[in-house]
């Protein structure tokens, strides 16, 4: 069952402590992304992957930080200089022609 | 720069047509999609449409694209409950080897009244 994983579903942050959101993607794609959703907005890209190995800073990159050193995985870590990181989170991925994003059911992170 | 501007609410009667339109404003835009997202889950890709078409229809959706307005819309026929989410419009930009992400956006919540 080919598809984008994402986890947990939720996850809670304390002050000062980074966390990692996980995302996994069977489908063979080679670009990755990661965005972030608040509230009665759109979506704002995070972070994305083209290759692995290799990623660049999108939109509101401040206070994130990914690795991309499997094809198939590209984890999120929310660090402690994100001051406002609750939101929902999604990641995507996209095929050879990149004509297309595919997106997983999200993680949604809570501060306590 | 890049934007997506979408109205926040569309109202509908079941049975009816929706239309939710969308305007962009970057002219180097590759391709234009529509996603739908129900309360709590992830982006779950409607159609998309190549910036040198005019129409695409595929079922009850229809998407049309005027490039000298840069406007764009998805036309859903006979609008049923399943429908009520929230839609959003995204613009993909294209540099050297792929794409750079989408930018979207804000999402229109599609009521459907019985």
């Known amino acids: 069952d080919g598809g984008i994983t994402q986890s947990p579903k939720y996850l809670f942050r304390k002050e000062g402590q980074n966390v990692t959101l996980s995302c996994e993607q069977n489908?063979?794609?080679?670009?990755m992304y990661w965005y972030r959703q608040d509230p009665g907005q759109g979506l704002r890209l995070i972070y994305y992957s083209q290759i692995v190995n290799d990623f660049q800073k999108g939109d509101i990159a401040e206070g994130y930080s990914v690795s991309r050193e499997k094809k198939e995985s590209f984890p999120l870590t929310v660090t402690s200089a994100q001051k406002n990181p609750t939101a929902f989170y999604l990641c995507?991925?996209?095929?050879?022609?990149?004509?297309?994003?595919?997106f997983g059911p999200g993680t949604r992170l809570l501060v306590l | 720069g890049e934007d997506v501007e979408q109205s926040l609410f569309l109202s509908v009667r079941e049975g009816d047509s929706s239309v939710i339109n969308c305007t962009y404003t970057d002219s180097s835009s590759t391709y234009l999609y529509w996603y739908k997202q129900e309360p709590g889950a992830g982006l779950q890709l409607l159609t998309y449409?190549?910036?040198?078409?005019d129409m695409k229809q595929d079922q009850r959706l229809t998407v049309l694209l005027n490039k000298k307005d840069k406007h764009l819309s998805l036309r859903i026929a006979d609008t049923q409950t399943g429908d009520s989410a929230i839609y959003f419009c995204?613009?993909?930009?294209?540099?050297?080897?792929?794409?750079?992400?989408?930018?979207f956006g804000k999402g229109t919540h599609l009521i459907i009244q019985p």
């Open positions: 489908l063979n794609h080679d670009a």
């Open positions: 995204a613009e993909s930009i294209y540099s050297g080897g792929g794409a750079d992400g989408l930018t």
């Open positions: 449409i190549f910036s040198n078409m």
């Open positions: 995507a991925s996209s095929g050879r022609r990149q004509e297309t994003q595919y």
